[in-house]
């Protein structure tokens, strides 16, 4: 059974940090591109970033441009997001999603597969 679990969110004041982490298992995770997907109260879901599966390639939202960074850890089934000066707008519930390489490469929330339950980050301004 394919189980994606995202942590790290919190409560934080603008122009400060948090960094999301999300462990997945029951799948190849070297296999799958990566993504984070937020979304705020009364809007769909949007794509933040996502990342190919060994690492090379990365898209990212422009506006969570040079403030968001990607990464992953695939000895460790590990994806990681890197947020730094939040703002109020990045308040959301984010997720963690998963499709296999080859079948899927978009920002676009919906061509993934897996997902995880979803990791509140709330910024106060």
């Known amino acids: 059974q394919v189980q994606v679990v995202e942590s790290g969110g919190g409560l934080v004041q603008a122009g400060g940090s948090l960094r999301l982490s999300c462990t997945t298992s029951g799948l190849p995770f070297g296999d799958y591109n990566m993504g984070w997907i937020r979304q705020a109260p009364g809007k769909e879901r949007e794509g933040v970033s996502c990342?190919?599966?060994?690492?090379?390639?990365?898209v990212y939202l422009d506006s969570v441009k040079g403030r968001f960074t990607i990464s992953r850890d695939n000895a460790k089934n590990t994806l990681y997001l890197q947020m730094n000066s939040l703002k109020p707008e990045d308040t959301a519930m984010y997720y963690c999603?998963?499709?296999?390489?080859?079948?899927?490469?978009?920002?676009?929330?919906?061509?993934?597969?897996?997902w995880g339950q979803g990791t509140q980050v709330t910024v106060s301004s």
């Open positions: 990342i190919s599966r060994n690492g090379r390639s990365t």
């Open positions: 999603a998963a499709v296999r390489s080859g079948t899927y490469w978009s920002l676009n929330p919906r061509g993934y597969t897996h």
